[in-house]
């Protein structure tokens, strides 16, 4: 797999832990060390399989929003979710390269440190995105509103995945 050191100037390497940083190709991603991205509208079911590198062990639960993507990844495969490999990746960046700016942002202007962050996701189509700031952030109050036309019989598959995995996010979902 290749190493990635993300950078916003010519002055070197961005740190693990900057708000700019984000890992493009995580791990469980790849497939016989080779990442599907050119797959498109194929099903994330024909071309990740059950037994993929993705650990399913329920005896621990998720700590980090790495553990947590792995966790949601391979419950939507083993469920057949109806999502495809373009739908998976683009949320998956979305998500980790605006999550630690969003939440940093919305902390600063909270005036208490339990009030909930809102997040909206509009036009948002089945609303696997918005999901994934409610599903990878235990430790934070995150209410997600999703906002389309209509809400998809595949919301309800995609949701009931990842509150398999985590029930934490159960009751922080609207469409």
């Known amino acids: 797999m290749p190493s990635h050191s993300q950078h916003t100037s010519s ?19 790849y497939k016989n060390d080779v990442l599907p991205k050119d797959l498109g509208r194929t099903r994330i079911s024909l071309v990740f399989d059950d037994e993929s590198n993705v650990s399913t062990s329920t005896s621990t639960s998720p700590r980090t929003t790495s553990q947590f993507l792995q966790a949601i990844h391979s ?81 309800a598959v995609i949701r009931e995945a990842m509150e398999r995995v985590c029930p934490h996010m159960k009751g922080r979902v609207e469409f």
């Open 75 to 155: 419950e939507l495969v083993k469920c057949d979710a109806p999502l495809d490999v373009k739908e998976l990746y683009e949320s998956y960046e979305f998500f980790l390269r605006t999550r630690k700016r969003l939440f940093g942002a919305a902390k600063r202007r909270l005036s208490s440190p339990s009030s909930s962050i809102e997040v909206h996701d509009m036009c948002c189509g089945h609303g696997f995105t918005g999901m994934l700031f409610a599903a990878c952030t235990p430790s934070l109050d995150v209410r997600v509103k999703l906002f389309d036309r209509t809400c998809p019989p595949s919301h």
């Open 11 to 29: 002055f070197g390497p961005t740190s693990t832990t900057s708000p700019t940083y984000f890992n493009p190709d995580p791990a469980f991603l």
